[in-house]
């Protein structure tokens, strides 16, 4: 049985290194942050705001109320893989609470809240909020410390997060020599969701959720892993702000972690690019506008793997119907933003596919208005000629007609950087 695990990533891949993202025009460790933590913090300092600390869960319920962050976004994981791993088991599974801009882990009795938040220039931004009332609230900001322990090539050597399926024993512990697996919206769903709880129902589509090793005493069918609607019969449930692990929110979770990887990753290479190019014209005295097509094409490259996720390029299809058992759907759909005729990219399908309409809303955060305006402007570019049907290249032949009418228009109405071309 796999286990399904969110991870924070910052590590070394091919030439790239930590290093390098410490020097310009990224920065990383050093640049200023502009983020919501960012805000939250000059609110606690000015005195306008107040985190207000509870016996059983700390600070997470008021820095969720502060951030925007819907209870209802809960899911929990019990595979021993988190900074505060020692907490964390079949019984104390560590929940997991995020919007578009943030992400928040709570353990039992764990020592600190831990947050990621999407900053614009630098991405993934990685916080620790001591949960000791007796402490000044304050977040501190971790950089070398905690991405050393969560480092991993696998994310291609960029701060961001990363959702893997790996094998949890009884204890929560990954059996590695079973294999891990990277999870996103391509992943089929029956390699899905171990070492989670997941409540919700997906008809005959098994998944790995709720599931360990060697199966639950008493228990000797998976199958009875899946369906599941209360989470009583694992675990005191009670003991968290709600008693539900969102198949819905898993879905949107692990769609949202790669497509704002892509996101960080295309700022970083597009950036660094553009730096180099600046640095060469300078030194062979070239005009400041020169660009060498070898910079162009790793600019398109690093875009086209964005544009590629937007889209949902290799979502696995779903074979029957999903709900899940809290109220996140509808809070998430109600967010918008929607067109004059009530459509909204984050309206879900949860019949053949995620959403109804095939363009992720993160086209609307932080992250993906924070690109260079290189990057935009290819993206759009992009976008227009495999909406108009300009590019009816395989990879896109999941789109249908309705499809990329109904995005263009949604687009039009809700998205107000669009180049002039997109107005016509």
């Known amino acids: 049985m796999k286990s399904f695990t969110i991870m924070f990533v910052f590590a070394v891949c091919g030439v790239a290194s930590a290093a390098d993202y410490d020097r310009p025009p990224i920065e990383y460790g050093t640049a200023p942050t502009n983020d919501v933590i960012t805000s939250l913090n000059e609110k606690i300092r000015k005195g306008n705001a107040e985190l207000k600390h509870t016996d059983d869960h700390g600070y997470l319920k008021s820095l969720l109320k502060e951030l925007d962050v819907p209870l209802s976004s809960q899911v929990l994981v019990f595979s021993r893989t988190s900074l505060q791993r020692s907490r964390i088991g079949p019984k104390t599974p560590r929940a997991i609470y995020f919007n ?3 992400t928040v882990g709570f353990c039992q009795r764990g020592d600190v809240l831990e947050v990621v938040a999407s900053d614009p220039n630098l991405g993934a931004v990685f916080y620790t909020l001591d949960q000791n009332p007796a402490k000044e609230v304050a977040f501190t900001r971790q950089t070398e410390s905690c991405l050393l322990c969560h480092g991993s090539s696998s994310n291609q050597g960029f701060p ?12 929560g512990e990954p059996v590695f020599s079973r294999g891990t697996k990277r999870v996103d919206h391509s992943t089929p769903f029956a390699d899905r969701w171990g070492g989670w709880y997941v409540t919700g129902t997906s008809g005959k589509q098994t998944h790995m959720g709720n599931s360990i090793v060697g199966g639950w005493p008493g228990q000797d069918d998976d199958a009875e892993n899946t369906n599941v609607t209360d989470l009583k019969p694992y675990f005191t449930a009670a003991n968290y702000p709600t008693t539900h692990s969102d198949i819905v ?12 990887n892509r996101l960080i990753r295309a700022n970083f290479q597009i950036r660094s690019a553009l730096h180099e190019q600046r640095e060469l014209n300078k030194a062979f005295r070239e005009p400041a506008t020169y660009r060498s097509e070898g910079i162009t094409r790793r600019i398109n490259h690093a875009c086209e793997s964005v544009v590629r996720y937007l889209l949902f390029c290799e979502e696995a299809k779903l074979t029957e119907p999903v709900a899940g058992t809290s109220g996140f759907a509808k809070e998430f759909a109600a967010r918008g933003p929607f067109d004059s005729q009530k459509r909204s990219l984050r309206e879900f399908d949860l019949k053949t596919r995620m959403f109804r309409y095939p363009l992720s809303y993160l086209v609307y955060s932080k992250l993906f208005d924070g ?13 227009l000629e495999i909406l108009t049907e300009k590019d009816q290249t395989k990879e896109f032949a999941h789109l249908t007609k309705e499809d990329r009418r109904a995005v263009m228009e949604i687009l039009r109405e809700t998205k107000g950087d669009l180049p002039v071309d997109w107005k016509r």
């Open 160 to 171: 961001g997060h990363l959702i893997r399926s790996v094998s949890p024993d009884r204890t």
């Open 249 to 260: 929110a898993l879905m949107v979770l692990e769609h949202q972690c790669e497509m704002q």
């Open 100 to 102: 578009d801009d943030v």
């Open 371 to 383: 690109l260079p305006i290189e990057a935009k402007t290819r993206i759009y570019s992009r976008l």
